[in-house]
């Protein structure tokens, strides 16, 4: 059974910073690109970051590039999220997702790329 545990986030200052964590059992790994999305209320979810099996390539969406940083640990099958320069508008539920295949691809963003997800964590960034 596939299992992708989540922790960190919570409410944080704008500007201030926080790291989420992603946990992965029952899976390979290191198969595998991992991505984050994030859902606020009322819009649809939508990609963050995404990073290649072996870490070395990494995509952001625009709205967090040069802010967010995707990190993986393949020993400790654990991707992270650290998050820096929060603004009210990060505010969302946060989720881990495993994709399909080893690379991120172009449409990395794209939802249906991945196979399984995490809970979520909600991130909330107050002004």
């Known amino acids: 059974q596939v299992q992708l545990v989540e922790s960190g986030g919570g409410l944080v200052q704008a500007g201030g910073s926080t790291r989420l964590s992603c946990t992965v059992s029952g899976l390979a790994f290191d198969d595998y690109a991992m991505g984050w999305f994030r859902q606020a209320p009322g819009e649809e979810r939508m990609g963050v970051s995404c990073i290649q099996w072996s870490g070395r390539s990494k995509y952001y969406a625009y709205a967090v590039k040069d802010r967010f940083t995707i990190s993986r640990d393949n020993a400790k099958n654990t991707v992270y999220l650290q998050m820096n320069s929060l603004r009210p508008e990060d505010t969302a539920i946060y989720y881990c997702?495993?994709?399909?295949?080893?690379?991120?691809?172009?449409?990395?963003?794209?939802?249906?790329?991945?196979?399984?997800w995490g809970q979520g964590s909600q991130v909330t960034v107050s002004s």
């Open positions: 997702a495993a994709n399909r295949y080893p690379d991120c691809g172009s449409v990395w963003g794209d939802a249906v790329r991945y196979a399984y």
